[in-house]
C-alpha cells in the first residue's frame, strides 16, 4: 500500500503570549498528545473549541471521541460529513467501541510501517488523516463506566471502565507515531486518570486556573510554588503552556465567541472539507487507474 502525499504542518493557534508574540503547536509536527485543565469558567471551555474549530476545517484531521456533556463534540454529530465515532452523553459501550476502533487502527498503521521503511507518519491527508480524540471531562467517563458497571454487576473481566482506562493508556503510548493524537480534558488533573507513564506521553499541557497545587505539578512536573500560586489566581483565558522543545508560558487565549458561532465554525466547515475529501478520492482513483499499485480505498 502507497500513502499518498499530504500536509506535514496543520498548526493550531492558541493565543498570544504575555510579550504579545503569538502561541501555538503543530498537530502534525510536534507529535505529541494534549492535556488541558481548568476550572469551571476557567475559560477552558473557549480554548477547547478554538482547537476544534481549527481541526474541523481542515481535510487532514478526523476528529472522534467521547462527549459526555452532550455540548462539545454534537456539532461534530450534525455535519453533512457525519462522523459515526463521536460518541454523546455517558455510554460506556460505545466509548469502548469508539477507542477499540483508534487501537486497531493505530495498530494497522503501525503494521505498514516496515514496508513503507518508515518509523512514523508525519503526512496526512483526507485520505489518511491525522485522527484527534478528544475525551471530554475524561474522569466523568470513567466515574460513569464505573458506576454502570457496579449497578449492572458486571463481573471483573466484562467490567467497561478499566477497559476505556487501559485503551488510553495504550494509544498515548503506541499511537502518536501513527498518526493520532489523545485531546484528554478535565476539570483537574489527578494519578487516578493520567498515571506517570502516560502522562509523560503529554507534550502539549495546557493548564487554566485551578486551585489545588498538586493538579498543576501534576501536568508541570518543575513547576515551582510560586507557578502554582500563581495559577490560581488565573483570570478565565490565561493559561500556562509547554510543548515540545520549548520551556513553560503564561498566554491568554483566544477568544472564540458564544457556543454558536463555535457550532457554526463546525457545520461551515463542512463544504472545504467534503470538497478536499472529493478531489482527494478522485486523485487516488486516477492513479489507482494509471499505475494500478495504489490501492483507492
Same mark, same amino acid.
Given at each position: 500500500?502507497?500513502?499518498?502525499?499530504?500536509?506535514?504542518?496543520?498548526?493550531? /493557534?492558541? $493565543?498570544? !503570549? =504575555?510579550?504579545?508574540?503569538? @502561541?501555538?503547536?503543530?498537530? &502534525? #509536527?510536534? *507529535? %505529541?498528545?494534549?492535556?488541558?485543565?481548568?476550572?469551571? /469558567?476557567? $475559560?477552558? !471551555? =473557549?480554548?477547547?473549541?478554538? @482547537?476544534?474549530?481549527?481541526? &474541523? #476545517?481542515? *481535510? %487532514?484531521?478526523?476528529?472522534?471521541?467521547?462527549?459526555?456533556?452532550?455540548?462539545?463534540?454534537?456539532?461534530?454529530?450534525?455535519?453533512?460529513?457525519?462522523?459515526?465515532?463521536?460518541?454523546?452523553?455517558?455510554?460506556?459501550?460505545?466509548?469502548?467501541?469508539?477507542?477499540?476502533?483508534?487501537?486497531?487502527?493505530?495498530?494497522?498503521?503501525?503494521?505498514?510501517?516496515?514496508?513503507?521503511?518508515?518509523?512514523?507518519?508525519?503526512?496526512?491527508?483526507?485520505?489518511?488523516?491525522?485522527?484527534?480524540?478528544?475525551?471530554?471531562?475524561?474522569?466523568?467517563?470513567?466515574?460513569?463506566?464505573?458506576?454502570?458497571?457496579?449497578?449492572?454487576?458486571?463481573?471483573?473481566?466484562?467490567?467497561?471502565?478499566?477497559?476505556?482506562?487501559?485503551?488510553?493508556?495504550?494509544?498515548?503510548?503506541?499511537?502518536?507515531?501513527?498518526?493520532?493524537?489523545?485531546?484528554?480534558?478535565?476539570?483537574?488533573?489527578?494519578?487516578?486518570?493520567?498515571?506517570?507513564?502516560?502522562?509523560?506521553?503529554?507534550?502539549?499541557?495546557?493548564?487554566?486556573?485551578?486551585?489545588?497545587?498538586?493538579?498543576?505539578?501534576?501536568?508541570?512536573?518543575?513547576?515551582?510554588?510560586?507557578?502554582?500560586?500563581?495559577?490560581?489566581?488565573?483570570?478565565?483565558?490565561?493559561?500556562?503552556?509547554?510543548?515540545?522543545?520549548?520551556?513553560?508560558?503564561?498566554?491568554?487565549?483566544?477568544?472564540?465567541?458564544?457556543?454558536?458561532?463555535?457550532?457554526?465554525?463546525?457545520?461551515?466547515?463542512?463544504?472545504?472539507?467534503?470538497?478536499?475529501?472529493?478531489?482527494?478520492?478522485?486523485?487516488?482513483?486516477?492513479?489507482?487507474?494509471?499505475?494500478?499499485?495504489?490501492?483507492?480505498?
Amino acid at each position: 500500500m502507497r500513502k499518498s502525499a499530504g500536509v506535514s504542518r496543520i498548526p493550531i /493557534r492558541l $493565543g498570544r !503570549s =504575555q510579550y504579545g508574540e503569538d @502561541v501555538g503547536f503543530d498537530l &502534525a #509536527a510536534d *507529535a %505529541a498528545h494534549i492535556a488541558m485543565q481548568g476550572k469551571t /469558567r476557567s $475559560g477552558k !471551555s =473557549q480554548a477547547t473549541y478554538n @482547537v476544534l474549530a481549527q481541526a &474541523a #476545517a481542515n *481535510a %487532514a484531521v478526523r476528529v472522534v471521541g467521547s462527549d459526555p456533556t452532550h455540548v462539545l463534540l454534537e456539532p461534530f454529530k450534525h455535519r453533512g460529513v457525519s462522523e459515526p465515532y463521536v460518541v454523546s452523553g455517558l455510554n460506556a459501550q460505545a466509548t469502548v467501541d469508539m477507542l477499540g476502533w483508534v487501537k486497531r487502527e493505530s495498530d494497522r498503521r503501525i503494521d505498514q510501517m516496515w514496508p513503507l521503511r518508515t518509523d512514523k507518519f508525519s503526512e496526512f491527508g483526507a485520505s489518511f488523516p491525522l485522527i484527534l480524540v478528544v475525551l471530554e471531562e475524561f474522569p466523568g467517563i470513567l466515574e460513569g463506566a464505573a458506576d454502570e458497571d457496579a449497578a449492572l454487576g458486571r463481573k471483573p473481566a466484562e467490567r467497561l471502565a478499566p477497559r476505556i482506562s487501559a485503551y488510553v493508556r495504550q494509544i498515548a503510548a503506541q499511537s502518536a507515531k501513527a498518526g493520532i493524537r489523545l485531546l484528554l480534558l478535565s476539570q483537574r488533573a489527578e494519578a487516578s486518570i493520567i498515571g506517570g507513564n502516560a502522562r509523560s506521553n503529554f507534550g502539549v499541557k495546557m493548564t487554566l486556573r485551578v486551585d489545588e497545587p498538586e493538579s498543576v505539578r501534576m501536568l508541570h512536573p518543575s513547576a515551582s510554588p510560586e507557578d502554582c500560586a500563581l495559577v490560581e489566581t488565573f483570570k478565565p483565558g490565561t493559561c500556562l503552556f509547554e510543548k515540545p522543545g520549548e520551556g513553560r508560558q503564561i498566554m491568554r487565549c483566544d477568544f472564540v465567541g458564544e457556543y454558536g458561532r463555535y457550532a457554526r465554525a463546525i457545520e461551515s466547515s463542512d463544504l472545504r472539507f467534503l470538497a478536499t475529501l472529493q478531489q482527494d478520492q478522485a486523485q487516488r482513483e486516477f492513479f489507482a487507474e494509471e499505475f494500478g499499485v495504489v490501492d483507492p480505498s
